[in-house]
């Protein structure tokens, strides 16, 4: 089992910057993909960004590609989202996953992910 903690989140002005953190814990040694989703209301929760263990692979969807990094620091067990140059259609509750096995296919659908955290809140006013 993984346990996954997310922080950082806020209200940010358009143009601002947020630095999400994911803190996970048991076995996390047994993870090969942690990733960020989020999810509007009334929308579906989409793909954001993803990383492997080493940190030497990492996915962006394209419409935060440029604006956002993802990080991980292993000997923390913690994963980063720099979020700069925010928009408003950024806003919504932004989660964490970890994945304990991946194929290319799998690493930006919600459903190649069996641990989430709980979400936490962004919201960019314009």
């Known amino acids: 089992q993984v346990q996954l903690v997310e922080s950082g989140g806020g209200l940010v002005q358009a143009g601002g910057s947020l630095r999400l953190s994911c803190a996970a814990s048991g076995r996390t040694f047994s993870t090969d993909f942690m990733a960020w989703f989020r999810q509007s209301p009334g929308k579906e929760r989409e793909f954001v960004a993803a990383i492997n263990w080493s940190g030497g692979i990492t996915y962006y969807a394209g419409a935060v590609k440029g604006r956002f990094t993802i990080s991980r620091d292993n000997a923390k067990n913690t994963v980063y989202l720099q979020m700069n140059s925010l928009k408003p259609e950024d806003t919504a509750v932004y989660y964490c996953?970890?994945?304990?096995?991946?194929?290319?296919?799998?690493?930006?659908?919600?459903?190649?992910?069996?641990?989430w955290g709980q979400g936490t809140q962004v919201t960019v006013s314009s």
């Open positions: 996953a970890a994945a304990e096995r991946t194929f290319p296919g799998s690493r930006s659908v919600a459903a190649g992910y069996g641990y």
